[in-house]
């Protein structure tokens, strides 16, 4: 009987496969028409009987909408539904999209810088140095991560949103990192070699770059896209606390009296966290599909960085 597959090479297989369906739904979301994922239409007849139904759209639904000034805006086929406003999906997840892993690898850069240098701090320094280098990690992850974060976000200006979750998200996951790096140190500076090759008068950023990087480059590229996945999850959990980087639309209903309130909010340039902003106006009204959509893909790619994650480390130890 051949040999099954390792665990390594079925999650390299399954990071690719998801990886090609996530491309293959953006370039199809970012192929649709401007007005798709940017235009407001209030409702819409169906192909069969020309019924009318009011966005959000379901699944799968072939709509010719109309918008506030009942004008056509065409024939539309929707392949994972609207939001409140009649805008595709699709479309809205595929602009969303690029941002959101912008916004993550530069998360992620700060995470490392910042756990790099505290993990050299903790691995090279006296043992006064590590007491306290381990100390203020383990206070900042005693700390409610995502308090801190909104805090730290907040703080900011409104005119430095991208720099404020930069340093938000950043601060809240450099601790693994600084771990990981510390650990890597101490297991070299533990190791015989390092005494030959102190004998040999090798010291200082000499020794770092010959033995000590050699252990960390490794343990850093099976820690990055772990870390990519945590900050994928961590823009989700901020977006549906409606903190996210652009602004929105509310769309109002008038009630009983006049009065209006706010039955949804659409987002002008969409991230991914930001399209569950309206997640629980949506649930309260039993309008899945504008939650479940955005939810599932981040979902999906987080797992396409978990399981990258899994065949770098497997790779790492074979």
């Keep these: 009987m051949g040999r099954l597959p390792s665990g390594r090479v079925l999650a390299a297989a399954g990071a690719l496969l998801i990886t090609a369906t996530v491309v293959a739904l953006i370039a199809i979301g970012l192929s649709?028409?401007?007005?798709?994922?940017?235009?407001?239409w209030v409702g819409g007849f169906t192909a069969q009987g020309h019924v009318i139904r009011l966005p959000p759209f379901p699944i799968l639904s072939d709509m010719e909408v109309f918008n506030l000034n009942v004008q056509s805006?065409?024939?539309?086929?929707?392949?994972?539904?609207?939001?409140?406003?009649?805008?595709?999906?699709?479309a809205l997840i595929a602009r969303g999209t690029p941002p959101s892993l912008g916004l993550v690898a530069l998360v992620v850069l700060a995470r490392l810088a910042v756990g790099f240098?505290?993990?050299?701090?903790?691995?090279?320094?006296?043992?006064?140095?590590?007491?306290?280098s381990r100390g203020m990690g383990r206070w900042v992850i005693g700390f409610p991560y995502l308090a801190l974060a909104i805090i730290t976000i907040q703080a900011f200006p409104r005119s430095a949103r991208v720099p404020?979750?930069?340093?938000?998200?950043?601060?809240?996951?450099?601790?693994?990192?600084?771990?990981?790096?510390?650990?890597?140190?101490?297991?070299?500076?533990?190791?015989?070699?390092?005494?030959?090759?102190?004998?040999?008068?090798?010291?200082?950023?000499?020794?770092?770059?010959?033995?000590?990087v050699p252990h960390l480059r490794p343990a850093l590229a099976v820690e990055i896209p772990f870390q990519a996945s945590a900050v994928l999850v961590l823009l989700a959990e901020l977006g549906f606390l409606q903190?996210?980087?652009?602004?929105?639309?509310?769309?109002?209903d008038v009630g009983q009296g006049g009065a209006s309130f706010v039955s949804s909010v659409l987002v002008n340039q969409p991230e991914l966290g930001q399209l569950l902003a309206g997640a629980?106006?949506?649930?309260?009204?039993?309008?899945?599909?504008?939650?479940?959509?955005?939810?599932?893909?981040?979902?999906?790619?987080?797992?396409?960085?978990?399981?990258?994650?899994?065949?770098?480390?497997?790779r790492a130890r074979s």
């Design 32 to 40: 649709e028409p401007a007005p798709w994922s940017t235009s407001v």
């Design 73 to 90: 805006g065409g024939r539309h086929f929707y392949v994972l539904g609207s939001d409140a406003g009649g805008r595709d999906l699709l």
């Design 117 to 132: 240098v505290v993990g050299v701090a903790i691995g090279l320094g006296n043992a006064a140095l590590r007491v306290l």
């Design 164 to 212: 404020a979750f930069v340093a938000g998200m950043g601060l809240v996951g450099w601790r693994e990192v600084s771990d990981l790096v510390a650990e890597r140190i101490e297991h070299v500076r533990a190791q015989p070699f390092t005494l030959a090759a102190r004998a040999l008068g090798t010291e200082g950023l000499t020794f770092f770059r010959l033995h000590v």
């Design 243 to 252: 903190v996210y980087l652009n602004g929105g639309t509310a769309l109002l």
């Design 280 to 314: 629980r106006i949506y649930i309260l009204q039993r309008q899945f599909e504008p939650v479940v959509m955005p939810a599932l893909m981040i979902a999906v790619m987080a797992l396409a960085f978990e399981l990258l994650g899994v065949a770098l480390r497997g």
